[in-house]
Protein backbone atom coordinates (compact mmCIF):
# COMPACT_ATOMS: atom_id res chain seq x y z
CA UNK A 1 0.00 0.00 0.00
CA UNK A 2 1.30 3.46 -0.77
CA UNK A 3 1.55 6.94 0.59
CA UNK A 4 -0.74 7.72 3.78
CA UNK A 5 -2.28 4.57 3.63
CA UNK A 6 0.66 2.91 4.24
CA UNK A 7 1.25 5.03 7.06
CA UNK A 8 -1.70 3.71 9.09
CA UNK A 9 -1.37 0.76 11.73
CA UNK A 10 -3.09 -2.44 11.15
CA UNK A 11 -5.81 -1.39 13.89
CA UNK A 12 -7.27 1.34 11.24
CA UNK A 13 -7.60 -0.93 8.75
CA UNK A 14 -10.95 -1.98 9.72
CA UNK A 15 -11.89 1.55 9.44
CA UNK A 16 -10.62 1.87 6.20
CA UNK A 17 -12.03 -0.73 4.51
CA UNK A 18 -15.75 0.19 5.65
CA UNK A 19 -14.98 3.78 4.30
CA UNK A 20 -13.76 2.13 1.12
CA UNK A 21 -17.37 0.30 0.65
CA UNK A 22 -19.44 3.38 2.04
CA UNK A 23 -22.25 5.26 -0.28
CA UNK A 24 -20.36 7.10 -2.81
CA UNK A 25 -21.86 10.73 -3.46
CA UNK A 26 -23.98 10.74 -6.71
CA UNK A 27 -21.74 13.21 -8.27
CA UNK A 28 -18.37 10.44 -8.72
CA UNK A 29 -21.16 8.21 -10.33
CA UNK A 30 -22.37 8.22 -13.80
CA UNK A 31 -25.87 8.28 -14.57
CA UNK A 32 -25.66 6.31 -17.58
CA UNK A 33 -24.31 3.10 -15.45
CA UNK A 34 -26.38 0.42 -13.04
CA UNK A 35 -24.51 1.31 -10.20
CA UNK A 36 -22.93 -1.82 -8.20
CA UNK A 37 -20.54 -0.70 -5.66
CA UNK A 38 -17.09 -2.77 -5.55
CA UNK A 39 -14.68 -2.11 -2.21
CA UNK A 40 -11.65 -3.14 -4.27
CA UNK A 41 -10.46 0.75 -5.18
CA UNK A 42 -8.52 3.59 -3.82
CA UNK A 43 -8.38 7.19 -5.02
CA UNK A 44 -6.78 8.90 -8.23
CA UNK A 45 -7.03 10.98 -11.24
CA UNK A 46 -7.79 8.92 -14.42
CA UNK A 47 -6.23 9.92 -18.23
CA UNK A 48 -6.49 7.18 -20.32
CA UNK A 49 -8.93 4.65 -20.37
CA UNK A 50 -8.45 0.69 -21.00
CA UNK A 51 -10.75 -2.03 -22.84
CA UNK A 52 -10.99 -5.77 -21.08
CA UNK A 53 -12.90 -8.60 -21.81
CA UNK A 54 -13.91 -11.07 -19.01
CA UNK A 55 -13.55 -14.76 -20.25
CA UNK A 56 -16.13 -15.97 -18.20
CA UNK A 57 -19.82 -17.00 -18.76
CA UNK A 58 -21.86 -14.40 -18.54
CA UNK A 59 -22.45 -10.42 -17.07
CA UNK A 60 -23.26 -11.94 -13.55
CA UNK A 61 -20.45 -14.38 -13.06
CA UNK A 62 -18.57 -11.83 -13.74
CA UNK A 63 -19.99 -9.67 -11.37
CA UNK A 64 -19.73 -11.14 -9.07
CA UNK A 65 -15.71 -11.53 -9.44
CA UNK A 66 -15.65 -8.03 -9.37
CA UNK A 67 -17.51 -7.31 -6.36
CA UNK A 68 -15.39 -10.07 -4.30
CA UNK A 69 -12.37 -12.04 -3.22
CA UNK A 70 -11.70 -14.71 -6.02
CA UNK A 71 -9.29 -17.36 -5.99
CA UNK A 72 -6.49 -14.83 -7.81
CA UNK A 73 -7.20 -12.38 -5.43
CA UNK A 74 -8.81 -8.97 -5.69
CA UNK A 75 -9.95 -7.46 -8.73
CA UNK A 76 -12.39 -4.83 -10.23
CA UNK A 77 -12.53 -2.49 -13.06
CA UNK A 78 -14.94 0.95 -13.33
CA UNK A 79 -17.26 -0.75 -15.31
CA UNK A 80 -18.63 -3.78 -16.93
CA UNK A 81 -20.99 -3.98 -20.22
CA UNK A 82 -22.95 -7.32 -20.95
CA UNK A 83 -23.42 -9.05 -24.27
CA UNK A 84 -26.91 -7.03 -24.09
CA UNK A 85 -25.83 -3.83 -23.98
CA UNK A 86 -26.32 -3.03 -20.09
CA UNK A 87 -23.80 -1.04 -18.82
CA UNK A 88 -22.55 -1.48 -14.58
CA UNK A 89 -20.68 1.13 -13.13
CA UNK A 90 -18.33 -0.78 -9.81
CA UNK A 91 -16.09 1.76 -8.59
CA UNK A 92 -16.59 5.53 -9.23
CA UNK A 93 -14.82 7.25 -11.63
CA UNK A 94 -12.08 8.92 -9.06
CA UNK A 95 -11.19 6.16 -7.63
CA UNK A 96 -7.98 3.51 -8.31
CA UNK A 97 -9.71 0.38 -9.46
CA UNK A 98 -7.88 -2.96 -9.48
CA UNK A 99 -8.01 -3.78 -12.95
CA UNK A 100 -4.42 -3.49 -14.82
CA UNK A 101 -2.00 -5.50 -12.93
CA UNK A 102 1.51 -5.60 -13.62
CA UNK A 103 1.26 -3.70 -16.86
CA UNK A 104 3.38 -0.41 -18.48
CA UNK A 105 2.25 1.87 -21.04
CA UNK A 106 4.04 5.02 -22.67
CA UNK A 107 6.75 4.81 -19.43
CA UNK A 108 4.16 4.44 -16.88
CA UNK A 109 4.17 1.33 -14.68
CA UNK A 110 1.20 2.00 -12.36
CA UNK A 111 -1.35 2.12 -14.66
CA UNK A 112 -4.35 1.62 -12.23
CA UNK A 113 -3.68 4.89 -11.19
CA UNK A 114 -3.87 6.75 -14.09
CA UNK A 115 -6.78 4.69 -16.34
CA UNK A 116 -10.46 3.78 -15.99
CA UNK A 117 -10.96 -0.21 -16.18
CA UNK A 118 -13.75 -1.47 -18.97
CA UNK A 119 -14.60 -5.22 -18.68
CA UNK A 120 -17.05 -6.00 -21.45
CA UNK A 121 -18.93 -9.54 -21.29
CA UNK A 122 -17.05 -11.97 -24.15
CA UNK A 123 -15.15 -15.36 -23.59
CA UNK A 124 -12.93 -13.93 -26.01
CA UNK A 125 -13.86 -16.14 -28.49
CA UNK A 126 -16.58 -14.79 -30.23
CA UNK A 127 -17.85 -11.49 -31.73
CA UNK A 128 -18.61 -8.39 -29.81
CA UNK A 129 -21.99 -7.66 -29.57
CA UNK A 130 -24.16 -4.51 -31.66
CA UNK A 131 -25.87 -3.43 -28.66
CA UNK A 132 -22.83 -4.22 -26.35
CA UNK A 133 -20.17 -1.85 -28.79
CA UNK A 134 -22.93 0.78 -29.03
CA UNK A 135 -22.86 1.34 -25.29
CA UNK A 136 -19.42 1.14 -25.17
CA UNK A 137 -19.24 4.08 -27.63
CA UNK A 138 -21.87 6.04 -25.66
CA UNK A 139 -19.56 5.67 -22.23
CA UNK A 140 -16.64 6.30 -24.09
CA UNK A 141 -18.13 9.73 -25.41
CA UNK A 142 -18.96 10.55 -21.48
CA UNK A 143 -15.72 9.31 -20.40
CA UNK A 144 -13.37 11.37 -22.22
CA UNK A 145 -15.87 14.69 -22.26
CA UNK A 146 -16.26 14.58 -18.85
CA UNK A 147 -13.14 13.31 -17.33
CA UNK A 148 -11.12 15.50 -19.71
CA UNK A 149 -9.12 11.88 -21.01
CA UNK A 150 -7.64 12.08 -24.24
CA UNK A 151 -9.67 10.75 -27.00
CA UNK A 152 -6.60 9.15 -28.45
CA UNK A 153 -5.85 7.34 -25.20
CA UNK A 154 -8.10 4.25 -25.50
CA UNK A 155 -6.11 0.33 -25.87
CA UNK A 156 -6.69 -3.06 -24.54
CA UNK A 157 -5.24 -4.68 -21.52
CA UNK A 158 -3.22 -6.64 -24.34
CA UNK A 159 -1.32 -3.16 -25.43
CA UNK A 160 -0.83 -2.84 -21.58
CA UNK A 161 0.34 -6.30 -20.24
CA UNK A 162 1.40 -8.10 -23.72
CA UNK A 163 3.38 -10.76 -21.76
CA UNK A 164 0.36 -11.44 -19.98
CA UNK A 165 -3.03 -10.66 -21.73
CA UNK A 166 -4.70 -10.72 -24.61
CA UNK A 167 -7.80 -8.91 -24.40
CA UNK A 168 -9.75 -7.89 -25.84
CA UNK A 169 -9.43 -10.43 -28.61
CA UNK A 170 -8.31 -10.24 -31.86
CA UNK A 171 -11.83 -9.67 -32.97
CA UNK A 172 -12.61 -6.46 -30.93
CA UNK A 173 -13.72 -3.80 -33.60
CA UNK A 174 -10.86 -1.04 -33.04
CA UNK A 175 -11.64 0.30 -36.33
CA UNK A 176 -15.00 1.21 -35.74
CA UNK A 177 -14.07 3.16 -32.33
CA UNK A 178 -11.58 5.31 -34.16
CA UNK A 179 -14.31 5.93 -36.53
CA UNK A 180 -15.95 7.09 -33.71
CA UNK A 181 -13.11 8.89 -32.87
CA UNK A 182 -11.48 7.00 -30.33
CA UNK A 183 -7.65 5.46 -30.09
CA UNK A 184 -5.41 5.54 -32.84
CA UNK A 185 -5.99 4.10 -36.30
CA UNK A 186 -4.03 4.09 -39.36
CA UNK A 187 -5.79 6.57 -42.11
CA UNK A 188 -6.38 5.59 -45.91
CA UNK A 189 -4.04 5.34 -48.04
CA UNK A 190 -1.28 4.83 -46.03
CA UNK A 191 2.04 7.19 -46.83
CA UNK A 192 4.79 5.03 -47.38
CA UNK A 193 7.63 5.08 -44.40
CA UNK A 194 10.54 6.57 -45.60
CA UNK A 195 13.84 5.02 -45.68
CA UNK A 196 15.72 4.54 -42.20
CA UNK A 197 12.13 4.63 -40.70
CA UNK A 198 13.10 2.97 -37.21
CA UNK A 199 9.36 0.83 -36.75
CA UNK A 200 10.38 -0.37 -32.95
CA UNK A 201 11.07 3.59 -32.05
CA UNK A 202 7.36 4.15 -33.32
CA UNK A 203 5.86 1.15 -31.31
CA UNK A 204 7.59 2.93 -28.30
CA UNK A 205 6.21 6.01 -28.97
CA UNK A 206 2.57 4.95 -28.88
CA UNK A 207 3.03 3.61 -25.80
CA UNK A 208 4.43 -0.60 -25.98
CA UNK A 209 6.68 -1.73 -23.75
CA UNK A 210 9.42 -3.55 -25.18
CA UNK A 211 11.19 -5.62 -22.95
CA UNK A 212 9.73 -8.62 -24.37
CA UNK A 213 9.93 -7.52 -28.36
CA UNK A 214 7.90 -10.82 -29.60
CA UNK A 215 5.18 -9.94 -27.19
CA UNK A 216 4.88 -6.25 -28.50
CA UNK A 217 4.78 -6.75 -31.32
CA UNK A 218 2.20 -9.30 -30.98
CA UNK A 219 0.28 -7.25 -29.32
CA UNK A 220 0.69 -4.75 -31.70
CA UNK A 221 -0.80 -7.04 -34.40
CA UNK A 222 -3.97 -8.13 -32.07
CA UNK A 223 -4.61 -4.57 -32.45
CA UNK A 224 -3.96 -3.67 -35.53
CA UNK A 225 -4.27 -6.24 -37.94
CA UNK A 226 -6.38 -8.82 -35.70
CA UNK A 227 -3.68 -11.35 -35.91
CA UNK A 228 -0.98 -12.54 -33.50
CA UNK A 229 1.83 -12.53 -35.02
CA UNK A 230 5.35 -12.10 -33.21
CA UNK A 231 7.04 -11.20 -36.94
CA UNK A 232 6.64 -8.00 -38.87
CA UNK A 233 4.10 -7.66 -41.18
CA UNK A 234 4.21 -6.75 -44.86
CA UNK A 235 3.00 -2.92 -44.62
CA UNK A 236 3.18 -2.61 -40.98
CA UNK A 237 6.21 -0.17 -40.98
CA UNK A 238 3.87 2.03 -43.36
CA UNK A 239 1.09 1.98 -40.38
CA UNK A 240 3.74 2.72 -37.94
CA UNK A 241 4.74 5.92 -39.48
CA UNK A 242 1.15 6.66 -40.08
CA UNK A 243 0.51 6.30 -36.16
CA UNK A 244 3.35 7.85 -35.41
CA UNK A 245 2.90 10.85 -37.90
CA UNK A 246 -0.73 11.56 -36.02
CA UNK A 247 0.69 11.71 -32.11
CA UNK A 248 3.51 13.85 -33.28
CA UNK A 249 0.53 15.92 -34.39
CA UNK A 250 -1.62 15.94 -31.00
CA UNK A 251 -0.70 18.55 -28.84
CA UNK A 252 1.60 17.44 -26.10
CA UNK A 253 -0.13 16.56 -23.17
CA UNK A 254 1.74 13.59 -21.44
CA UNK A 255 0.50 11.35 -18.80
CA UNK A 256 0.48 13.01 -15.11
CA UNK A 257 2.73 10.51 -12.44
CA UNK A 258 0.38 8.36 -10.30
CA UNK A 259 0.06 9.56 -7.38
CA UNK A 260 2.05 8.28 -4.42
Same mark, same amino acid.
Given at each position: MKGTIARRTLAALP???????????PAQRN?????????????RKAAMIVIHHTEMESAAAALLTLQTRNSGG????????GDDGRLYQLVA???????????????????NSVSIGIEL?????? =?????????????LEDLTARLD????????????? =??RKRDPSALF??????????????????? =???????????????????????????AFHRHYRGDESEQWLPGDHDLLYDLQRQLMALPAAPLPAPAG
Open positions: LLLLAACASVPPLADWRPSPNHNAPVSAHYLIDDARAWHAGASRWGGLSDLDNDGNE =PFSQAQIDSLLRLIPRHLVVGHGDIA =PTPWQRLAEAGFGLWPRSPLA =PAPPGFDPWAALRLIGYDLADPAAALR
